[in-house]
């Protein structure tokens, strides 16, 4: 298909920031990732690694830089890391929300820090009003989001405005996805952010980490 490259800021270079990073510069689109330490080996090797199209910086800077914003911070970390990023950097523009609100404090498997109905997806919304948030690849694991083996599987994801969410679901369909299903507004994102910990437990039986649930019908 023929996509037209955009600029996309990551906030975050942990796992999950630099594989949707290298997805989006292997389909000839721009990226800056952000971290505390830009210029970290570990940065400077991904960037080596994905070629031209990729650089890094600050929070601010890589806010100020794309027409995309992608939130991959730990999902405890986030409003600080918008705040770094300075939240008028994010005016009018689709913000692909990845956050996981999980909690670690009582080990392994994860329980969730927030409830379900006052999700990450929402306080991020609500901490940026003019930005349109669109929850979505939090339910997958990194090794899958960008060619999934996976090749018949919609992903689901949610959010306020309708033209956002078709932005989305190019991206996906770009990234390998078979599409997605859109289970309404920012408001169920902590329904979707609940699956992880059941994700989580999944894997701990299984023994795997690359698995992914499919809605049958």
Same mark, same amino acid.
């Given at each position: 298909m023929d996509v037209e490259m955009v600029k996309v800021g990551i906030l975050g270079s942990g796992e999950? %920031?630099?594989?949707? %990073?290298?997805? $989006?510069?292997s389909r000839q689109h721009e990226v800056k990732i952000a971290s505390r330490t830009p210029n970290s080996d570990k940065l400077k090797t991904w960037v080596d690694q994905a070629g031209k199209h990729a650089s890094t910086g600050t929070f601010a800077d890589s806010a100020a830089f794309g027409d995309i914003l992608v939130l991959?911070? *730990? %999902?405890?970390? @986030? =409003? #600080? #890391? @918008?705040?770094?990023?300075?939240?008028q950097n994010f005016n009018g523009k689709l913000v692909i929300d990845v956050t996981n609100q999980l909690d670690f404090s009582r080990g392994p498997p994860p329980g969730m820090l927030y409830s379900p109905t006052d999700s990450l997806g929402q306080r991020v919304q609500r901490k940026l009003p003019s930005a349109k948030?669109?929850?979505c690849f939090n339910t997958v694991p990194n090794s899958q989001m960008v060619d999934p083996k $996976?090749?018949?599987? =919609? /992903? /689901?994801?949610? %959010? *306020?405005?309708? #033209?956002?969410?078709?932005?989305? /679901?190019? @991206?996906l369909k770009e990234f390998g996805w078979k599409g997605a299903i859109d289970i309404g507004g920012i408001e169920n994102a902590g329904w979707l952010e609940a699956f992880v910990p059941l994700w989580a437990r999944v894997g701990m039986s299984l023994n795997t980490w690359d698995h992914v649930f499919k809605v049958v019908r």
């Open positions: 999950v %920031g630099r594989a949707l %990073g290298k997805g $989006f510069v991959a911070t *730990n %999902g405890s970390a @986030i =409003e #600080a #890391a @918008i705040d770094l990023a300075k939240p948030i669109v929850k $996976f090749k018949d599987v =919609e /992903m /689901m994801i949610c %959010g *306020n405005d309708p #033209a956002a969410k078709q932005q989305v /679901m190019k @991206i």
